[in-house]
């Protein structure tokens, strides 16, 4: 569970590479003792960009990306 709280941390400098995660589950590497477990801190937007189909339906299928889901360049 710890492993996947480091993965899940706000922000992303933080969080481990693939290769460290497969260290720490092989039991080279101690997770890190001070992490952050409040995973709900990312602000949700207000309101999502609706996209108008050819047939003139709304359709919500282009969504804004949160930064908890883009982990950044390692």
């Given amino acids: 569970m710890r492993v996947a709280a ?3 941390q706000s922000d ?3 969080r481990p590479s693939m290769s460290m995660v497969v260290k720490a ?6 997770v890190d003792e001070n992490l952050d477990y409040n995973f709900s801190s ?8 609706v996209i108008r189909s050819m047939e003139g339906f709304a359709s919500p299928s282009s969504t804004p ?5 883009l982990s950044g360049p390692r």
């Fill in 6 to 8: 480091w993965c899940l």
């Fill in 12 to 14: 992303f400098a933080n």
């Fill in 25 to 30: 589950m092989e039991g080279l590497v101690d």
């Fill in 42 to 49: 990312s602000p949700i937007p207000a309101a999502l960009p």
């Fill in 65 to 69: 990306l949160l930064a908890s889901v």
